[in-house]
């Protein structure tokens, strides 16, 4: 090994550990909330503060986490939950897309639509309950429906601001070397507004989960939200937070998921910012 290999060796060595020791400590921090949080919560019921009936310590949920494992009965209720959820966000961020370029391209259709969409999207989901039952029952199209319903809105919203957003002198350009419309609208519009269509598509992801958990208590008998439900009513009470840590770890991991592919989709940003 040469001289010069093994003064490089060292320094990497210490560069490496430098950089461990931020991820480690990066780590620490944005864990501490959560385990002040975890800590307070199986101290206060211990400590007689607030009554073991009503809240228990997170030892005896995972306890009942554990079992809703060695039962089972977890999946079958995870799989309701997933489905339900991911088909109303697959349809809510088709139809926003196509919509939103409709409105954000065509500005005739635009001033026709804006105020008719403008007055739906101050409608609530949960205010559409007794509707979306009326037309469509009590089963799975009315639960899905309500979800679609939450996030649509918010991929519509955010890609009618993306398109709008082009600037001008691009498609200009496009045009001037004889680019089609659709061209245009494939190579210059949709890379532009991409990052507001996943900004919109990851609230869209937060909206689903709400609108699950409301769904689901309404005529269901599976998934996450009736579990969690279905336990309060019968009094088992860590099941009921069994089932509300599984709701928000589902959630979490749809929003990461999310967040990976936003990462993936726009990766060429990030080339770009270094490049800059």
Known sequence: MSDLSMLRTPKLRAIRTARRGVR????????????????LWELLPRWGIVSTAYFN???QV?????????????WKHLAASAIRSLSGLLIA???????????GWFRRVERIIDPLYQLLRQVSAFALFPVFMLF????????????????FWPVLLNTISGVKQVERVFIDCARSMGASQGLIF??????????????GIRLAGVYSITALVAAEMIGAHS???FYTLNSQETFQI??????????????????KSLSMLERHVLRWRVGLAQNG
């Not at 494939?186 to 900004?199: H, Y």
């Open 62 to 74: 995972a306890i009942a986490i554990g079992r809703l494992f060695d039962s089972g009965n977890v």
């Open 238 to 255: 860590p099941d009921m937070y069994a089932g509300i840590v599984l709701l928000a770890i589902f959630g979490l991991l749809i929003n």
């Open 93 to 103: 961020v088709i139809g926003g897309v196509v919509c939103s370029f409709a409105l």
């Open 24 to 39: 480690l400590s990066a780590l620490f921090e944005r864990s501490i909330a959560l385990l002040v949080f975890v800590l």
């Open 136 to 151: 469509l029952g009590i089963g799975e199209s009315s639960k899905i429906a309500i979800i679609v319903w939450a996030a």
């Open 186 to 199: 494939a190579k210059v519009v949709l890379p532009a507004a991409m990052p507001e269509i996943l900004t």
């Open 223 to 225: 998934g996450l939200s």
């Open 57 to 59: 310590p997170p030892s």
